[in-house]
């Protein structure tokens, strides 16, 4: 499960981030990940917890915000939440998709004391 090994560098993302902070405790850390980013919000919540056991980041809160999937049609130039993985232009039909947004992993804020 590729889940533990992006938990360890988010766990490694995070210690570089408190260094330069100068920050001794986290509280919390707040993701965005895309609907397409192929993660499982469990599996990534549980590989933290695993990666940071017995750690300076034991404990941290992991909060993740679902980002939907946008695509934009080639067609016609609509843009429409994509549901379902239906790869279709919900307004003319269309099968040439652009990815607008969906596939990210990003680190939006951290909390600490
Ligand atoms: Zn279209």
Do not use: N
């Amino acid at each position: 499960m590729h889940e533990m090994s992006i938990a360890q560098s988010l766990a490694d993302l995070l210690r570089e981030e408190m260094e330069k902070a100068g920050a001794r405790k986290l509280r919390s850390v707040r993701l965005e990940i895309g609907r397409m980013s192929a993660i499982v919000p469990d599996a990534l919540s549980f590989g933290f917890e695993v990666v940071t056991a017995d750690t300076d980041l034991e404990g941290a809160e992991l909060i993740m915000d679902i980002v939907p999937l946008r695509g934009a049609c080639r067609e016609c130039g609509g843009e429409f939440e994509i549901e379902d993985y239906v790869f279709e232009c919900a307004l003319c039909g269309g099968r040439e998709i652009d990815m607008l947004s969906g596939q990210e992993l990003a680190v939006k804020e951290i909390t600490v004391d």
